[in-house]
């Protein structure tokens, strides 16, 4: 059981109203880890992972990119910047279609619009490189509302 799952058993009324029942002393459990601190953080982050790296976040990495968040030592545009330009990313080699196919999950969380992939597209076939297409998505409204509704700082690139 994760330490977030168990805190919140621990934690939860229908565990402490068993406990009651049963005539024990029910506890509880606090969690020093930083991806304990704040579940919309720590889902913006795992959104990271699941979405550009194809795979659940370790919990080091958890902690890392969530304690970054939380103190505000890194942005919702660093975070993405340093998840789709590492090398685990590019050594993916998509193409552009599936380089956007991500960009607009992981960024918007939704999936790419015909009108909108298809110009992204063909900016990218005349040469604009995916740095910039990434600090256009990360820069754009649609990302802000995506950040605030994890309640981390977009930042910018």
Not at 4 to 11: D, F, M, R, W, Y
């Given at each position: 059981m994760q330490p977030e799952s168990c805190a919140g058993l621990i934690n939860s009324k229908e565990y402490r109203t068993l406990c009651l029942n049963y005539g024990i002393t029910a506890g509880s459990y606090a969690s020093n880890e930083a991806r304990d601190k704040?579940?919309?953080?720590?889902a913006f982050v795992n959104r990271m992972y699941t979405l550009c790296l194809g795979r659940k976040g370790d919990a080091a990495g958890l902690n890392f990119w969530t304690a970054g968040l939380i103190n505000k030592s890194l942005t919702g545009a660093s975070a993405a910047?340093?998840?789709?330009?590492?090398?685990?990313?590019?050594?993916?080699?998509?193409?552009?279609?599936a380089y956007l196919d991500v960009m607009y999950q992981a960024m918007f969380g939704r999936k790419s619009d015909a009108t909108g992939k298809s110009y992204w597209i063909n900016q990218m076939?005349?040469?604009?490189?995916?740095?910039?297409?990434?600090?256009?998505?990360?820069?754009?409204?649609?990302?802000?509302?995506?950040?605030?509704?994890?309640?981390?700082?977009?930042?910018?690139?």
């Amino acid at each position: 059981m994760q330490p977030e799952s168990c805190a919140g058993l621990i934690n939860s009324k229908e565990y402490r109203t068993l406990c009651l029942n049963y005539g024990i002393t029910a506890g509880s459990y606090a969690s020093n880890e930083a991806r304990d601190k704040n579940a919309n953080i720590t889902a913006f982050v795992n959104r990271m992972y699941t979405l550009c790296l194809g795979r659940k976040g370790d919990a080091a990495g958890l902690n890392f990119w969530t304690a970054g968040l939380i103190n505000k030592s890194l942005t919702g545009a660093s975070a993405a910047a340093n998840f789709l330009n590492s090398k685990e990313f590019t050594g993916k080699n998509l193409s552009n279609s599936a380089y956007l196919d991500v960009m607009y999950q992981a960024m918007f969380g939704r999936k790419s619009d015909a009108t909108g992939k298809s110009y992204w597209i063909n900016q990218m076939n005349r040469g604009v490189s995916r740095r910039n297409v990434l600090a256009t998505f990360i820069n754009s409204a649609e990302y802000s509302k995506v950040c605030a509704s994890y309640g981390i700082v977009r930042g910018s690139m």
